[in-house]
Every structure is written in C-alpha cells, then in structure tokens.
C-alpha cells in the first residue's frame, strides 16, 4: 500500500498533518527565518505538522479572551503530566513532586545550580544535544564527556565502563538524554539501572533528559529513569509537550521527582527562579491539552514518523550509498556518517552550499562528530524526497 499523508485541512480529526511547503515557508519561526527561501530546513529539532486540535482549540481560546496575563493551572498541568505518564509508560508520577519551569534547558540549568559548585564537573554522553554544553557553561560547571559506544552492528551503546570510571573520579552530576538525541538510541531498562548503581555509590546526582520520551517509535519501549532501582533516590526527570507536540516556543516544562528527597532538591531552588512569571499562560493551557487530550494525535504523529524513518532509509540506500546510519528508535531525527564521501571536516556545507539543504553540524555535538550530520525527518514525505 503506498505511503499515504493526511492532507492539512482535509478534516481528518486526529490525524497528524503537515502543510505544503509554500505555507510552511510562511512560518516565523527560526527553523523557517534562518536560511533563503530556496534552503530546505531540516536542522533545527521542530516538526512541521500542524498543531494537535486539542492544542490549538485551548490556545484559540485563549487568545479569543485575551487570557496572557499570568498562569495559574499549574495543578492542572502536573495532574495531566501523571495521567499521561502512567496510561503512556505505566509510570506512576506523584503530581505533588513536580515542578514546572519555561523549558528543559532552564530546568536542567537550575538543578545543576542547586546540586554543583561553580567548577564541579558533570558528565555527558556524546555526541549529544548541543546546548548540554551551553547549560554546563551557564551552571559555571566543567564537562566530562564519556562517548557513546558504537558496536559493530552500528548500534549506540551508554559505556557503562566509561560512566564508572568517570563516577569514581568524583563529578558531581551527570546530565542524561534519554532518548538519545542525537542518535535515537532509547536506553534499556538495564543499562539505566547500572548507571542508577554508580550514582548511588559514587553519590552523583543524575539529570535525565527525557524531552522526546513520547516520541519513542514502534520497536522500542521507553523506561523512565526515575522507574529504576536507585533513580528515584539519584534523579530528577525533565519532560516537557515540546518536541512531541511541537510547541517549544509556548514555554512550559517539568521537573519531576519520585522521592520527597530529591523533590526537595526541586523545591530548594531560588523563588525566583520558582515565580509562576517564568512560564508563559499559553506554555501551561498548551502543555495541559496536550497531555490531556493529544494522545490520539501522538499515536498518528508516531505512525508518520515511523513511515518517515523507513522512506529515509530507502533513500539513503538508493541515492547516498555510502552514508550510513543506525535508524533511530526515538525521535524525529537522524544521524548519519558521511565520513566515506572524504567529507570529515564540514560535510553540512556541501549539503547547504551545493543542494541548498540545511543540515545540523556533527562537531557542535561533541566528541566523535567530526564527519557527521543531522538531519530532521519530521516533516513530508513530498519534502522528504525533495
């Protein structure tokens, strides 16, 4: 059966849809501001579907009042938050020991505030989401990374090894992306509770990255850190509708706890950094419909995402042979080497420069970069294939 995509438009309820590209060039976001008109942009970690009805209805709504002053519905969030979790992840999120802040990056900075002294060191795991880099400068912290293995059959492995060793040396956290960004990897139950164990014992506080749990694809399960033995004594979880509804620019995320200990890391931030004026109104209505009512359009996002990953593979092997890559078991996003072109340096000027099409860096994702690019495949089949 061909690839069929719902049209924009066409009435299709909860089907996930995504505009021709003559109106998504009308968007004014950066991901469509960055470049010339005649760049392709599949850099920038957005979608390109239309917003979920639930979303837009609330956000309608809104606007329709004038409702932008300041939130309130942070019980409703944290309340939709749990429901999501547990009927998605069969997670039990107590909503008591969350708390809402503008986005991850914000959340990840003020933990790592909370738990570190300026010039602690705090691991990463690269090549990983770019601004890891950006928040430990801004949390005035030092970077250990410890590299991602690859294993002969391309898969991307945690090194467990790696993490002990760098545990033992005494860093004070470490920030975990879980899924992978950039390789698509979702870490299994049993490598999360290995580096559950060494946290424990070498006393680091974890802070897991968990933005695109919901975007994790057929042929994956995706465990919660927070789930494994020790990580609710060692961790904090940060999730936001984001990535999953593409709706960064609404401003509203979550930091979760499952122990009154560690909740009590969350609650020992600033009140300045707790003042509700940190999240957007429209960030809160936006992230509550979301987790509310937006799971039948999840479940439509994730089956285009998934038949986006397979066209992505038949076309790298029918018109890029010598790329490779490991398709991803999460997110929208694709990692592939293209180190066999002779192209180690800057492979993503090529791309730009000669097929007008905007790529992600492998260098700006830290060690073992070099050669790579990223690539968005949330979008159309039609651009896609262009």
Same mark, same amino acid.
């Given at each position: 059966m061909p690839d069929q995509e719902p049209v924009s438009g066409s009435g299709a309820g909860a089907a996930a849809t995504v505009p021709a590209l003559s109106v998504l060039r009308r968007r004014r976001s950066a991901k469509w501001r960055e470049f010339p008109?005649?760049?392709?942009?599949?850099?920038?970690a957005e979608t390109d579907f239309d917003l979920a009805p639930p979303v837009r209805a609330v956000l309608e709504e809104a606007v329709h009042r004038s409702d932008t002053g300041y939130p309130a519905g942070a019980a409703d969030a944290?309340?939709?938050?749990?429901?999501?979790?547990?009927?998605?992840?069969s997670w039990a999120i107590d909503p008591a020991k969350v708390g809402l802040v503008s986005d991850v990056g914000v959340g990840?900075?003020?933990m790592l505030r909370v738990v570190c002294r300026p010039g602690d060191r705090v691991v990463v795991c690269p090549p990983v989401y770019p601004p890891f880099f950006e928040w430990l400068r801004e949390a005035s912290t030092n970077v250990v990374e410890v590299p991602l293995r690859r294993l002969d059959s391309g898969d991307w492995r945690l090194d467990i090894g790696g993490l002990s060793s760098a545990f033992a040396s005494g860093p004070a956290a470490m920030v975990l992306c879980?899924?992978?960004?950039?390789?698509?990897?979702?870490?299994?139950r049993e490598e999360l509770a290995e580096v559950a164990e060494l946290a424990a014992r070498h006393r680091v506080t974890i802070v897991s990255d968990e933005i695109h749990a919901p975007l994790v694809l057929p042929g994956a399960d995706f465990t919660p850190f927070l789930s494994v033995p020790h990580g609710n004594a060692v961790g904090v979880?940060?999730?936001?509708?984001?990535?999953?509804?593409? *709706?960064?620019? @609404?401003?509203?995320?979550a930091i979760?706890?499952?122990?009154?200990?560690?909740?009590?890391?969350?609650?020992s931030r600033p009140a300045h950094e707790r003042w509700r004026g940190r999240i957007g109104n429209l960030g809160v209505l936006g992230f509550t419909a979301a987790f509310t009512e937006g799971t039948?359009?999840?479940?439509?996002? *994730?089956?285009? @995402?998934?038949?986006?990953r397979a066209q992505l593979a038949r076309l790298l092997d029918q018109r890029l042979p010598a790329v490779s890559w490991t398709p991803p078991e999460a997110t929208y996003l694709g990692w592939l080497d293209c180190r066999a072109y002779g192209l180690a340096d800057q492979p993503q000027r090529l791309f730009l420069d000669q097929a007008r099409v905007a790529l992600?860096?492998?260098p700006k994702f830290g060690a073992g970069g070099s050669g790579w690019v990223r690539i968005n495949f949330g979008t159309s089949s039609a651009v896609l294939d262009e």
């Amino acid at each position: 059966m061909p690839d069929q995509e719902p049209v924009s438009g066409s009435g299709a309820g909860a089907a996930a849809t995504v505009p021709a590209l003559s109106v998504l060039r009308r968007r004014r976001s950066a991901k469509w501001r960055e470049f010339p008109a005649d760049v392709l942009p599949l850099h920038i970690a957005e979608t390109d579907f239309d917003l979920a009805p639930p979303v837009r209805a609330v956000l309608e709504e809104a606007v329709h009042r004038s409702d932008t002053g300041y939130p309130a519905g942070a019980a409703d969030a944290t309340a939709a938050l749990a429901q999501f979790a547990g009927e998605f992840w069969s997670w039990a999120i107590d909503p008591a020991k969350v708390g809402l802040v503008s986005d991850v990056g914000v959340g990840c900075v003020e933990m790592l505030r909370v738990v570190c002294r300026p010039g602690d060191r705090v691991v990463v795991c690269p090549p990983v989401y770019p601004p890891f880099f950006e928040w430990l400068r801004e949390a005035s912290t030092n970077v250990v990374e410890v590299p991602l293995r690859r294993l002969d059959s391309g898969d991307w492995r945690l090194d467990i090894g790696g993490l002990s060793s760098a545990f033992a040396s005494g860093p004070a956290a470490m920030v975990l992306c879980n899924p992978h960004n950039p390789v698509g990897r979702v870490h299994s139950r049993e490598e999360l509770a290995e580096v559950a164990e060494l946290a424990a014992r070498h006393r680091v506080t974890i802070v897991s990255d968990e933005i695109h749990a919901p975007l994790v694809l057929p042929g994956a399960d995706f465990t919660p850190f927070l789930s494994v033995p020790h990580g609710n004594a060692v961790g904090v979880s940060l999730l936001s509708a984001s990535k999953a509804w593409n *709706i960064p620019g @609404l401003k509203c995320a979550a930091i979760v706890a499952a122990s009154q200990q560690m909740y009590g890391i969350i609650a020992s931030r600033p009140a300045h950094e707790r003042w509700r004026g940190r999240i957007g109104n429209l960030g809160v209505l936006g992230f509550t419909a979301a987790f509310t009512e937006g799971t039948p359009w999840l479940l439509s996002e *994730i089956g285009q @995402l998934d038949r986006r990953r397979a066209q992505l593979a038949r076309l790298l092997d029918q018109r890029l042979p010598a790329v490779s890559w490991t398709p991803p078991e999460a997110t929208y996003l694709g990692w592939l080497d293209c180190r066999a072109y002779g192209l180690a340096d800057q492979p993503q000027r090529l791309f730009l420069d000669q097929a007008r099409v905007a790529l992600d860096p492998g260098p700006k994702f830290g060690a073992g970069g070099s050669g790579w690019v990223r690539i968005n495949f949330g979008t159309s089949s039609a651009v896609l294939d262009e």
